[in-house]
């Protein structure tokens, strides 16, 4: 079993940057694609970003396109959502969720089988 612990999250300003990490134990991280999902309050869970397993592409939902960027360090078993330009709309809970060896199909939740438990990012006007 796959175990992800997400940390970063915190408050900021509008403007600000954050970093997040999704650290995995358990099994060989290297082998998963992970995506980085977020959900409001009274709002749906929304994809934001992934990046694949095997040649480590990456994937943005439209509205974080030029400010997130996902990137991982599998020697450390660590994906990372760097987060500039923060806008009060980016506010949410944050999971990070992994799936071996998947290689399409990263916006869906579905697919995704492990899932941390969440980081809050709060960014205020």
């Known amino acids: 079993q796959l175990q992800l612990v997400e940390s970063g999250g915190g408050w900021v300003q509008a403007g600000g940057s954050l970093r997040l990490s999704c650290a995995a134990s358990?099994?060989?991280?290297?082998?998963?694609?992970v995506g980085w999902f977020r959900q409001a309050p009274g709002k749906e869970r929304e994809f934001a970003a992934a990046?694949?397993?095997?040649?480590?592409?990456?994937y943005y939902t439209d509205s974080v396109k030029g400010r997130f960027t996902i990137s991982r360090e599998n020697a450390k078993n660590t994906v990372y959502l760097q987060m500039n330009s923060l806008k009060p709309e980016d506010s949410a809970v944050y999971y990070c969720?992994?799936?071996?060896?998947?290689?399409?199909?990263?916006?869906?939740?579905?697919?995704?089988?492990?899932w941390g438990q969440g980081t809050q990012v709060t960014v205020s006007s």
């Open positions: 969720a992994a799936s071996k060896f998947r290689v399409s199909g990263y916006t869906d939740d579905k697919g995704y089988d492990n």
């Open positions: 358990g099994r060989t991280f290297s082998s998963y694609a």
């Open positions: 990046i694949s397993w095997y040649d480590t592409s990456t």
